[in-house]
């Protein structure tokens, strides 16, 4: 079986509805289920002996252990973080607390598990750390994407929190032999997308009358991967990445925010009208930059393609079709997800937007 952590969340949930649906391997969840973790995304697995779910926290040794001690993993993959900007830049200290001292913690109870394994067990066991492309700073227009090599230049309190978890995942293969693997992939967008996040806000607020508020120019670039295709990515690597290793992951799908939300408008046009047959376009309004906003990021994705014959399997055009539809079909878990801390967080984040 396998360890996952934080996999109530956004990407960790599809990998592990994912991984389900591919493999019968069964699964332990660690998640902390704070307000990004949600138990509803989880609910078709309801009465499924090889899903395991335990609230808990990454930071927690005692706990992690005791997980590894009964459970006995061959592999752990990482989810579990702190994962928007825009809350680091308002509340850094969880992103600390969860990104940098919960990763050195679960690295640590990984490492005495592991070094305990018999040598079959040891050879086989594999840590594998589910990281950004953040972490590489910010692209000049003309510059050419993010390769393995590029430089770490983390620019807000998120990347530079996952920066240092890189960081310390490497030092405990180098220092102590942990077979780790890293991947540093590109923003996703898919079902199940938290709605504080571009894609699912301009989603739901478009279908709720609200404004959709682009920040300063629009004009930001950012490479969109549909969730699955990381799942998919994530799966190849444990399976047959290079210990030690980190792997880009992206779609080949660079994009201005304007064009995205554009995009969105227009699917949602064709697909639920406005009553008063204007585009949902008229909804949209510039609001005060995010500080420190990295301008690019592209990710240059031919080393998984060449070593592990992975590429992504949607396309944006295929993928962001299937996105907004899965926000149509489930207004249950997107009314379940505004919850009052949820419009709290609204208010705070763009106030006076009229958002
Ligand atoms: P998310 O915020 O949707 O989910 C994070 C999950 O981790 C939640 O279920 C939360 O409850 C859980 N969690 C938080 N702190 C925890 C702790 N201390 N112990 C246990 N569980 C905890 O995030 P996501 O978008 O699904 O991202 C998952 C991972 O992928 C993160 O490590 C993130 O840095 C990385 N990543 C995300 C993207 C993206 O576009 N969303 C892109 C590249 C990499
Ligand atoms: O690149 C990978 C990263 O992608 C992940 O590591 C992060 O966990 C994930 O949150 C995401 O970070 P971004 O900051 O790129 O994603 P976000 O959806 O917050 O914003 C995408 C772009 O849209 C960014 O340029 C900011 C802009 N934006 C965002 C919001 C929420 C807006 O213009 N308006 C908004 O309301």
């Known amino acids: ?10 990407i960790g949930a599809n990998f592990v509805l994912d991984w389900l649906a591919h493999s019968g391997e069964p699964v332990v969840n660690l998640d902390k289920l704070t307000y990004a973790g949600n138990l509803h995304n989880l609910a078709s697995l309801q009465g499924d002996a090889r899903h395991v779910f335990v609230q808990g926290d990454i930071a927690d040794r005692a706990l992690v252990e005791r997980l590894l001690a009964e459970h006995r993993p061959r592999a752990i993959v990482n989810f579990a973080a702190e994962s928007h900007v825009d809350r680091s ?18 690295l640590e109870a990984a490492r005495h598990y592991w070094q305990a394994l018999d040598a079959t067990e040891k050879g086989a066991f594999r840590f594998l ?13 003309d510059a050419p994407a993010f390769t393995e090599e590029h430089q770490i230049e983390p620019n807000s309190p998120y990347s530079a929190s996952k920066a240092a978890s890189d960081h310390l995942v490497r030092a405990w293969h180098h220092t102590y032999g942990l077979p780790v693997l890293t991947t540093n992939c590109s923003n996703n967008y898919g079902p199940l997308h938290f709605p504080e996040k571009l894609i699912p806000l301009m989603i739901v607020n478009a279908l709720a009358g609200k404004s959709l508020p682009v920040y300063g120019d629009g004009m930001q670039i950012r490479d969109w991967l549909y969730v699955k295709d990381h799942c998919s990515a994530i799966r190849r690597v444990l399976e047959a990445g290079r210990l030690g290793e980190t792997y880009n992951i992206g779609g080949w799908n660079e994009k201005p925010n304007i064009e995205i939300v554009h995009t969105v408008c227009a699917l949602l046009d064709e697909l639920r009208p406005r009553a008063d047959g204007q585009s949902y376009k008229a909804q949209i309004t510039y609001v005060k930059d995010r500080p420190g906003h990295d301008r690019r990021y592209a990710i240059d994705a031919r080393k998984i393609e060449r070593e592990l014959a992975w590429r992504p399997a949607e ?3 295929t993928g962001i079709r299937k996105t907004v539809q ?30």
């Open 1 to 10: 079986m396998i360890l996952v952590t934080g996999g109530a969340g956004f």
């Open 89 to 106: 830049i308002h509340g850094p200290e969880d992103f600390i607390q969860t990104n940098v001292v919960g990763t050195f913690r679960l």
């Open 129 to 141: 750390h589910v990281s950004t492309d953040e972490v590489y700073g910010t692209l000049a227009p």
């Open 326 to 355: 899965w926000y149509l079909d489930h207004p249950a878990w997107v009314a379940q997800v505004q919850s009052g801390a949820y419009r709290d967080w609204v208010a705070k984040q763009y106030e006076g937007a009229a958002v």
């Open 315 to 317: 396309t944006f055009e």
